[in-house]
């Protein structure tokens, strides 16, 4: 009899917030029914023999190596190192294989479910001595990812994907709010673009907190989650010419998540509102965070000429992909348009559970 771990994980959206989470601002993001899966079977050694089937690329983990270095980006040789004091420690190797079909640096974190459903599965194939859930899981992939890695994203992905479906993340403390209200269908345009997310992460998490720290010197008591659009000038004052823009969309664009927040908390969200918040999000994005290129602008405008709500680029920029959001059955005239803008490929989504692991046997 062999057993076969199945470990999967989603992709996600984020609606509103995107370069907040690392300033410890709140996010809007859904888990998407686009999946990374992991299956493995024990191979009767001491290695975790990897397959990334979509790449085309191998992997050999030695459960017995006592390397110490881990280079930047492996994810998977560092997830074990976190889970080992917890009690997760290999004792027999696996075939791995890794498959899906999320895109690969599209900004519908691809990276964060490998992460993820490769925690799964090291938790359901060796063990861990305490209670697994999954905010629990999401942290693991936090520390992973952010925390082991020197890295400056903040934790949206991470539990987005992790919890599923649509939620409101408080990323000071982490806790969340399940919004289960319809909002309208949603499509994905992919440019084709690589995403520079290290790079562009790290200068714009910088400029963001240089900002901040300069207008704690004439106001000590400055909160950027308190600050309101209206008070942006008398901050503006204290702060860099060079870091006015980004300053201006940190403020403009928690703004904008607390405002959608109030539209979602209502018993009928209107699409219409949401999509034009998205807008003014992409603007933010656009103008003065600078990371949407002019393909991505040419996707976003095909969309509101094909009718819908709102569209704005998803994840750090620079490429990767736009969200556009309709309230109308049409789907199919968003797709064709994306395409027709040069997009390489346009899918709708919906919401999707969180990431799961099982164990069969056969």
Same mark, same amino acid.
């Given at each position: ?8 994980? *989603? ?30 079977? *024990? ?22 190596? $006592?390397?110490?270095?881990? &280079?930047?980006?492996? =994810? ?5 190192? /976190?889970?080992? *004091? ?33 925690? &799964? ?34 934790? #949206? ?26 909002? @309208? ?12 997310? =290290? ?5 714009? $998490? ?8 300069? /207008? $704690?010197? /004439?106001? *000590? ?22 870091? $006015?823009?980004? =300053? ?31 807008? &003014?999000?992409?603007?933010?994005? &656009? ?11 040419? #996707? ?9 709500? @709102? ?17 109308k059955n049409n789907t199919g005239e968003l797709i064709h348009a994306l395409k027709k803008a040069g997009a390489v490929d346009a899918f709708v989504v919906t919401q999707s559970n969180g ?8």
């Amino acid at each position: 009899m062999t057993e076969t771990i199945t470990s999967q994980a *989603p992709g996600r959206i984020c609606l509103f917030g995107d370069h907040q989470d690392y300033l410890e601002l709140p996010i809007i993001a859904c888990a998407v029914d686009r999946r990374l899966r992991i299956n493995a079977t *024990p191979n009767g050694t001491n290695q975790l023999l990897i397959q990334m089937l979509d790449l085309n690329k191998k992997e050999c983990i030695a459960i017995d190596s $006592k390397e110490t270095v881990i &280079q930047k980006g492996d =994810f998977l040789r560092t997830a074990l190192k /976190v889970l080992k *004091p917890h009690g997760c420690i290999p004792t027999k190797g696996y075939d791995i294989e890794v498959q899906g079909n999320i895109p690969i640096n599209a900004g519908l974190s691809s990276s964060t479910a490998l992460t993820i459903a490769w925690i &799964q599965f090291l938790i359901e194939a060796f063990g861990i001595n305490t209670e697994v859930t999954p905010s629990w899981i999401a942290q693991r992939a936090y520390e992973t990812e952010v925390l082991e890695q020197g890295s400056s994203g903040g934790s #949206m992905d991470q539990y987005a994907i992790a919890v599923g479906k649509l939620i409101y993340l408080n990323t000071v403390d982490n806790s969340f709010v399940r919004i289960s209200k319809p909002i @309208g269908q949603l499509v994905v345009g992919v440019s084709g673009i690589a995403k520079d997310t =290290f790079g562009t992460l790290a200068y714009l $998490k910088d400029h963001a907190l240089n900002a901040i720290a300069q /207008v $704690k010197k /004439v106001f *000590p008591d400055f909160e950027i989650a308190e600050v309101k659009s209206i008070d942006l000038d008398r901050y503006l004052n204290c702060v860099d010419f060079e870091l $006015k823009a980004v =300053f201006t969309a940190a403020v403009i664009n928690h703004s904008i998540t607390k405002e959608a927040k109030i539209e979602l908390d209502k018993s009928n969200p209107d699409p219409i509102v949401l999509g034009d918040l998205m807008n &003014q999000h992409h603007e933010q994005l &656009q103008m003065n965070l600078k990371i949407s290129p002019p393909k991505i602008e040419a #996707m976003i405008e095909a969309t509101m000429e094909a009718g819908a709500c @709102g569209a704005k680029i998803v994840g750090s920029g620079g490429g990767g992909c736009i969200v556009a959001m309709t309230n109308k059955n049409n789907t199919g005239e968003l797709i064709h348009a994306l395409k027709k803008a040069g997009a390489v490929d346009a899918f709708v989504v919906t919401q999707s559970n969180g990431s799961s692991v099982n164990t069969t046997a056969s």
